[in-house]
């Protein structure tokens, strides 16, 4: 699900809550060591992300917050704020080549390039791996 998050939108804010849980709480954020990383850099897209990252010059750049169930992929294009929910249960993850990891929900796709000297985007990917596998195991998701 591709959202405009630009604006205070408590439908929209209620729309992602549904797919993918309310933020975690300060607490849970230290317990896990974080949840989110920024400043990905984006190297190829579906079209639908396309067409919006192509309307500006800017560097195609997102960043990743893990939610209790899923992810949010957030990114911006002209002025505008865009989210992309992901619940964990559509979320499929790839580290193709040793610099680029592929996120997919369906038939939308996104891929962004970590060098090996990026530790920690490395270390979030597996991190994120880990929260997938542990909320499948939980068998909590919708069929």
């Known amino acids: ?67 209790p169930s899923g992810i949010i992929v957030g990114f911006r294009s002209l002025l505008e704020s865009y989210a992309w929910v992901i619940p964990y249960h559509k979320l499929t993850l790839y580290k193709g080549e040793a610099e680029l990891y592929s996120i997919y929900r369906e038939t939308q796709y996104v891929k962004v390039t970590a060098r090996p000297s990026d530790k920690k985007i490395h270390r979030f990917m597996k991190n994120l791996s880990a929260a997938k596998a542990t909320y499948i195991a939980s068998g909590q998701f919708p069929s």
């Open 1 to 67: 699900m591709l959202l405009n998050v630009s604006y205070n939108n408590h439908q929209v804010v209620r729309k992602i809550e549904g797919e993918v849980g309310k933020p975690f709480s300060l607490k849970e954020r230290i317990k896990r060591g974080g949840i989110g990383i920024g400043h990905l850099i984006i190297t190829e897209a579906s079209v639908t992300i396309n067409n919006l990252l192509i309307l500006d010059n800017n560097r195609n750049v997102c960043n990743i917050e893990m939610r």
